[in-house]
């Protein structure tokens, strides 16, 4: 016998689920209705920060940081299943786990690969004046998502976390 998988949920991209849910619980994190198709939402447990997004895909939890930077990405966008940082104009898709598209700051992508900073289209190249800033920039690398497993129940999102302490 399958597992069933609610319509409004998300599948989790093979090989990236949060550390540590598999010995969590879900808990109670919002309501569905308070997550229309197209919204971004925080919420927050402890100190674990977790954005619930409502894509093209369905509804995925990841944490509520930019893989760059750690900017919250609740104060993103989110066009389908790709999420924009506020910070750097990078795009992530939510549906593989991978970036869609560099920040502005340039960086290493996950396989490891350097990026060279850009300039968004209308605006002034920005040069890198070579520096301690410019080597971190070099050595920022972004990361996948982990995902947290989600489930709709009676109308509530619930959202796998692992034990918080």
Known sequence: ???????D??????????????????????PVDDL???????????????????????????????PHMAAPLSLGTLEGCLVACPL???????????????PTTGGLLPDGTYV???TPEGKDPKPDPPGVKAEARKLTRIR????????IVEGMIEVALPPLE
Do not use: K, Q
């Open 36 to 66: 229309p198709p197209g919204a971004l939402r925080r919420v927050t447990f402890g100190e674990l920060d977790v954005l619930l997004a409502h894509t093209a895909a369905g509804i995925a939890a990841v944490d509520d940081r930019c």
């Open 9 to 30: 949920v998300a599948p989790i991209p093979r090989g990236l689920t949060a550390i540590g849910v598999p010995a969590g619980t879900f808990r109670p994190a919002l």
């Open 88 to 102: 750097h104009n990078g795009r992530f898709d939510l549906a593989s786990g991978d970036p869609e598209r560099m």
């Open 1 to 7: 016998m399958s597992a069933r998988r609610d319509p």
């Open 144 to 151: 996948r998502f982990r995902y947290y497993p989600v489930r």
């Open 116 to 118: 060279p900073p850009w």
